[in-house]
C-alpha cells in the first residue's frame, strides 16, 4: 500500500457536496484535507464530518483565530469536539493567546501562523511589522514554540530559515505550494512541492493547482509521485 502524501488538500469548495467529492477523491493519495474560513462559517461543524467520510482522513481546520486569550480558549474548545487534527491561530496574537489555545484543545495540533504569503516586503512595513520577511516570520515562530505551539505555517521561502530556527521537533506547513507550471494566483513567497519538501516542510498546503483541475484525484496522485519520486 502507498503511504498518502504530505499534502492538506485546501478543500476552497462553493458548497458542501463539492467539498465532499474533492475530499473522497483526493483521500486516496493525501494525508489530510484542509477546512478553510469561508466553508466553515457557511456550513459549520457538519462540513468536518463530511469531508472526513468514513476514511477518517487528517482534517486541518484553518480558522486562524486572533483574539484575545481567553475568546480564543474558548473558540479553540468549542471545535475541539470535533477532533480535527491541526487548528490555526495568527501568531501575531501573542504567546498568551497562542498558550490559551493550546491549553483549551490538548487533543489538537495547534499551528501558529507566521506572515501571511499572500503579504509582501512592503505590506509588512506598512502594517508595522518589522522585515524582513524572514526575520518577521523567525520571531514570530520563536514566540510561537515557546508559548507551546508544536506547528507553524510559513511560506516555503521561509521554511529553512524556520526549520533551523526551531528544530526537528515541530510540524511545519506551507502554503503557496505550486508544482511547475501552474499560476501563483494571490500567493507571493512560493515555491514548487519538491523544493518544500527539501527545503524541510512536513506538510504541504495544496488548493487549487488539484482541485482545479478537470480530475482532481488524478491530479493529487500526480503530485504525490512526483514527490515520492524526489525522496
Not at 23 to 35: N, Q, R, Y
Not at 36 to 52: F, H, N, T
Not at 107 to 133: F, K, M, W, Y
Not at 197 to 209: E, K, M, S, T, W
Amino acid at each position: 500500500m502507498t503511504t498518502a502524501a504530505p499534502i492538506a488538500v485546501a478543500l476552497d469548495a462553493p458548497d458542501l457536496e463539492t467539498a465532499a467529492r474533492w475530499a473522497s477523491l483526493v483521500t486516496p493519495h493525501v494525508s489530510t484535507v484542509k477546512v478553510g474560513l469561508e466553508l466553515y462559517l457557511r456550513y459549520g461543524p457538519d462540513v468536518i464530518a463530511s469531508v472526513r467520510g468514513a476514511s477518517g482522513v487528517r482534517v486541518f481546520l484553518d480558522l486562524k483565530l486572533h483574539d484575545i486569550p481567553n475568546t480564543v480558549a474558548g473558540a479553540a474548545r468549542a471545535v475541539a469536539r470535533l477532533r480535527p487534527s491541526i487548528l490555526t491561530v495568527h501568531a501575531a496574537g501573542g504567546p498568551a493567546m497562542i498558550r490559551a489555545a493550546v491549553e483549551a484543545a490538548p487533543h489538537t495540533q495547534i499551528a501558529a501562523v507566521t506572515v501571511l504569503t499572500s503579504l509582501t516586503e512592503g505590506d509588512l512595513e506598512r502594517i508595522g511589522l518589522a522585515g524582513p520577511a524572514e526575520d518577521a516570520v523567525r520571531r514570530l515562530a520563536a514566540l510561537s514554540v515557546e508559548a507551546g505551539a508544536t506547528a507553524l505555517v510559513c511560506s516555503p521561502n521561509e521554511v529553512s530559515a524556520v526549520r533551523s530556527e526551531v528544530g526537528d521537533g515541530i510540524t511545519l506547513i506551507t502554503p503557496g505550494v505550486r508544482p511547475t507550471g501552474a499560476a501563483t494566483q494571490d500567493q507571493m513567497r512560493v515555491a514548487t512541492p519538491e523544493q518544500a519538501l527539501a527545503d524541510g516542510a512536513d506538510l504541504l498546503v495544496i488548493g487549487r493547482p488539484i482541485t482545479g483541475s478537470p480530475d482532481p484525484g488524478a491530479a493529487a496522485a500526480a503530485i504525490a509521485a512526483s514527490l515520492r519520486r524526489a525522496s
